[in-house]
């Protein structure tokens, strides 16, 4: 089956600096992807839909210039998280859809810890 | 607005005992995908089951059932006989819009449930 996967699985950053999420289609091309947060023992929650070639969309309340998306090629989209804090400490897991039966698969996700 | 409802918090049973997660949705959308997922410590996702909104078709796959019910807009899921490698975060997602025959539009999930399976 399609495969979705992120890089890197987890990361430890000090606050103020940035970090950068991939999520990667392995095997079909994504012209979508979504990216999803999930904070302790919470729920999943949409923060945005990262378009190919065009600018991502944004949830309310997210902020596009702290949570920047990029979705540079057909299998590649990239989160930044800039000037991170300890709030920002989540888990992050990206979608996209594809394959036959264009399903939606997500990737194994990112644990950020802001410190 | 689309909004899923997963009333239980926290569910324990003992192994080999049935286990009902129940899930309510609302939408208006006349066509939309009903999903449940299993998320174990590690946090990846596993994909259990897709519905969509014109099959009420109740399925099974070994232990797990599902039972959709529009009338009611509940997407309930059973596990029969359940045992310790169930125990996990379950949620239920509501797909918005049907543009995609698979459902792969950006999903709603539900707050989950989290099942314990004591041995």
């Known amino acids: 089956g399609a495969v979705v996967s992120q890089h890197p699985s987890w990361v430890i950053c000090k606050s103020g600096t940035s970090v950068k999420i991939e999520c990667r289609s392995l095997?079909?091309?994504?012209?979508?992807m979504f990216w999803y947060r999930q904070f302790p023992k919470q729920s999943l929650m949409l923060m945005a839909t990262s378009n190919e070639g065009s600018k991502a969309t944004y949830e309310q309340g997210v902020e596009k210039d702290k949570f920047l998306i990029n979705h540079a090629s057909l299998t590649l989209s990239t989160l930044t998280v800039t000037s991170a804090h300890p709030e920002d400490s989540s888990f992050y897991i990206c979608?996209?859809?594809?394959?036959?039966?264009?399903?939606?698969?997500f990737g194994p996700g990112t644990r950020l810890t802001v410190t | 607005a689309q909004k899923v409802t997963q009333a239980q918090t926290e569910i324990s049973v003992v192994e080999k005992e049935d286990v009902t997660l129940d899930c309510v949705y609302e939408t208006r959308d006349t066509t939309y995908y009903l999903f449940w997922y299993k998320q174990p410590p590690s946090g990846e996702l596993v994909f259990l089951i897709r519905?969509?909104?014109?099959?009420?078709q109740n399925e099974i796959s070994g232990r797990y059932s599902w039972n959709f019910q529009k009338s009611t807009s509940s997407f309930n899921f059973t596990i029969t006989a359940s045992q310790v490698v169930d125990s996990a975060v379950y949620f239920c997602a509501l797909s918005e819009g049907g543009g995609y025959q698979g459902g792969s539009e950006k999903l709603v999930f539900g707050k989950g449930t989290k099942l314990t399976v004591n041995p």
């Open positions: 095997d079909f091309q994504a012209t979508t």
């Open positions: 519905r969509n909104s014109f099959d009420e």
């Open positions: 979608s996209a859809p594809g394959g036959v039966r264009d399903e939606q698969y």
